[in-house]
């Protein structure tokens, strides 16, 4: 009988709708305890979840826990991790994984003190596509790779709430939510960190109008990156949440050939091979969890990264996105100008 591991989930939010969903369906998990400021008793109750808490000091001190999903906003995220991390927890932390380059590498040295189960929740790595991606340059069929570009164009979300997401010093705006994980995907296709990487981030509306009529937005809306992978190797970065359209486009382009990923959302997308005599559609092999969408669109690429988390827990090797990899990506994100509370 394989070891079920008791978890708690910090964050309300993108913790209890999509974490929450893919850790209860999960065999491997038990989710036991909930904690956020204000709302975690009344969801933990209606969710059948048996602990609930203000904090995540609080749920580590306060039940029996293996693991923790950290799901807080970014400004809590070193809070949070520290605190699980001081506990001896395994650790899963969301994305962006820090305000800046100092608490990103604060939480990688706790981890290694601690030396339990650490990664960062970047499952759009498991989008099938882009595991084909990855397996084409593993294969050496984009030889020598020379181009990474990803763009991903959204429109402006209608009415919402006021909040963190609108707020540079909380972490909000698109860096933190969208071109972390750009960041990410092109790392990993590259398979080494950056050299060296500038950029910068616009905020295009300043102004915004939810029920209670207009407010300011610090916030960057748009950001971009130009990132150099040595030997050759080059990376363009660009998400911007202003434009008219729903799009988004990997591409890596080798000296012989090159593969593209697009489609009106980044999870929906066709993958091409382009060389110099034809183009070929790749059929890709869909998620093996794929019919747990039904609970929620992010939550069987989620499901493949808790099998890899698993595997850390239990052998100490995985591929699961590490903290050392998140220090990287914070490192660009802050080349584009997100960094704050340095």
């Known amino acids: ?32 305890a909930l904690a956020s400021p204000h709302s975690a ?31 807080s906003p970014p400004f809590s995220h070193e809070d949070d991790v520290l605190a699980a991390l001081a506990a001896g ?3 899963l932390c969301e994305k ?37 991606m990855k397996e084409l340059v593993a294969n050496g069929h ?47 296709l590259a398979g080494r960190p950056p050299v060296h990487a500038t950029g910068f981030s616009r905020i295009a509306n300043p102004m915004r109008t939810d029920d209670r009529g207009s407010f300011t937005v610090d916030a960057d ?26 799009q988004a486009t990997i591409a890596v382009h080798g000296g012989n050939r090159t593969a593209v990923a697009s489609g009106t959302d980044v999870v929906d997308v066709t993958l091409f091979v382009v060389d110099e005599d034809e183009q070929s559609e790749l059929e890709c092999k869909p998620s093996p969890y794929a019919k747990l969408e039904s609970l929620g ?20 090797a995985s591929e699961l996105p590490t903290f050392q990899e998140a220090v990287e990506t914070q490192r660009v994100l802050a080349a584009a100008g997100y960094s704050t509370g340095d």
């Open 89 to 91: 927890k395994h650790v």
């Open 1 to 32: 009988m394989s070891e079920t591991y008791r978890v708690g989930i910090v964050g309300s939010g993108f913790g209890v709708k999509a974490h929450l969903p893919a850790l209860l369906a999960h065999p491997r998990f038990d989710v036991v």
């Open 96 to 132: 962006p994984f820090a305000l800046n380059v100092a608490q990103a590498e604060r939480m990688l040295d706790a981890s290694k003190a601690a030396a339990t189960a650490c990664g960062v929740a970047h499952e759009f790595r498991w989008i099938p596509q882009r595991m084909a």
């Open 41 to 71: 008793e009344g969801i933990a109750a209606a969710r059948g979840i048996p602990h609930a808490f203000t904090s995540c000091a609080q749920m580590v001190a306060g039940c029996d826990l293996d693991a923790v999903v950290v799901a």
């Open 142 to 188: 984009l030889d020598p790779l020379r181009e990474i570009e990803f763009t991903h164009l959204t429109t402006p979300a209608e009415k919402r709430e006021r909040g963190w997401l609108f707020e540079r010093s909380s972490g909000g705006g698109i860096s933190g939510a969208l071109l972390s994980h750009v960041i990410d995907t092109c790392n990993w």
């Open 221 to 246: 809306d748009g950001a971009f990156a130009l990132v150099d992978y040595g030997h050759g190797l080059v990376g363009r970065l660009s998400v911007d949440g202003t434009t008219g359209v729903e």
């Open 297 to 316: 669109g992010n939550v069987p690429l989620l499901y493949e990264l808790y099998d890899e988390w698993i595997k850390q827990i239990e052998t100490g």
